[in-house]
């Protein structure tokens, strides 16, 4: 029997309408917009100024949803990827299928950082392949403003809102869809990218509010190093194991958190710059956003082609990281 694949079928995105510039930034730390953009490529982030990440993620899946030319009610799963939930529970996925009116999906929240879109692609994509469901929403959407210490320069810089989303449905065609997909985590990381506050660990209290616990701490440099060597390394071993050179790419949709990482996943692929989706400098980096926003806007710019091969790359906190190869279907 031929083997089922997942196909994505429609995107979609949605980013705030609040700009805020490096220049803005200067009046609240100390920096400059020259730091920020030769360390970071980062020029403005958008920030949300009401509502929540699943307000976010509303216009996005509308947006998917006017595209594909199909109601909400035709939605069977909902996955959800954020490290900004609305609240610890119910799953963000339930509140946005309230909100959507997607009331024969059932759905649930993946929390693996920048690489929740990546992670939640692969489950989307498996519960496709099983046969068991059609139709598979996929978000990847975060408020990251509403963990952001915008007194401390270290994070205040890097981070932006945003949501993109893309749907999983099987594919028409045997060679086209989700080919290759890759993930790993490693807990030893997480002293380096984490937010402490809030959970059982640190449960909300006077002392934790003081203690700043509630915003996201980095130590960049330590990140910085094993997610250039991480990004790259995975996305080295999804082409070598399709066989596929730097040649065979026609995008590589990086996840966005630093340009230099980016650069370094593409040189390591060996990919033209021109291969490359970036959006970092508009956007900085929005989390489980990354992917799905610069896929669905390259597609908006009617820049992906059906059949075109297109690797999708992420590292994030945990540490959390992976690549998927995606023939595009459409
Ligand atoms: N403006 C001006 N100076 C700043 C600054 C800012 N916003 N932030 C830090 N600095 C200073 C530092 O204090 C340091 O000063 P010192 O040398 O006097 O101590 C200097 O700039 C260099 O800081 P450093 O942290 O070494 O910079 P960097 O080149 O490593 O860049 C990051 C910092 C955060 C941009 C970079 O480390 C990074 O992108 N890390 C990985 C992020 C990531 O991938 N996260 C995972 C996914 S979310």
Not at 138 to 152: E, L, N, P, Q, W
Not at 166 to 180: A, F, K, R
Not at 265 to 293: E, F, Q
Request: proline share 3%; net charge neutral.
């Amino acid at each position: 029997m031929n083997k089922l694949r997942a196909a994505i079928t429609a995107v979609g995105h949605y980013v705030p309408e609040k700009v805020v510039t490096n220049f803005d930034l200067e009046k609240l730390v100390d920096t400059n917009d020259e730091w920020i953009r030769t360390r970071t490529g980062i020029r403005e982030r958008r920030v949300a100024e009401s509502g929540a990440t699943s307000d976010l993620a509303v216009p996005a899946v509308q947006n998917l949803l006017k595209n594909r030319g199909i109601g909400a009610e035709q939605i069977d799963v909902i996955i959800f990827a954020t490290v900004t939930p609305d609240m610890f529970f119910p799953a963000t996925a339930c509140v946005l299928q309230e909100k959507i009116g997607a009331k024969n999906a059932w759905g649930f929240d993946i929390s693996a950082a920048c690489s929740g879109f990546v992670y939640a692609i692969s489950v989307g994509t498996q519960l496709i392949e099983t046969g068991a469901y059609k139709k598979v929403l996929v978000v990847g959407a975060d408020k990251m403003s509403s963990i952001m210490d915008y007194t401390d320069r270290n994070t205040a810089i890097l981070f932006g809102d945003a949501a993109g989303a893309v749907l999983l449905e099987p594919s028409t065609e045997e060679t086209l869809g989700v080919i290759d997909h890759k993930l790993y985590s490693d807990g030893t990381g997480g002293q380096y990218l984490y937010m402490k506050g809030g959970g059982s660990l640190n449960p909300p209290s006077h002392e934790t509010i003081d203690q700043k616990m509630h915003y996201l701490v980095q130590d960049g440099k330590a990140v910085f190093k094993v997610a250039v060597m991480g990004m790259a390394d995975v996305s080295a071993e999804i082409l070598e194991r399709n066989k596929l050179t730097g040649a065979d790419v026609d995008w590589l949709v990086p996840h966005q958190a630093n340009l230099r990482i980016i650069d370094a996943t593409a040189n390591r692929m060996g990919l033209d710059k021109s291969k490359v989706m970036i959006n970092i400098d508009k956007y900085g980096n929005t989390t489980a956003a990354t992917i799905p926003l610069c896929l669905s806007e390259w597609w908006h710019a009617g820049k992906v082609k059906k059949g075109q091969n297109i690797i999708l790359a992420s590292f994030g906190a945990g540490y959390t990281w992976g690549a998927v190869y995606v023939k595009w279907a459409y």
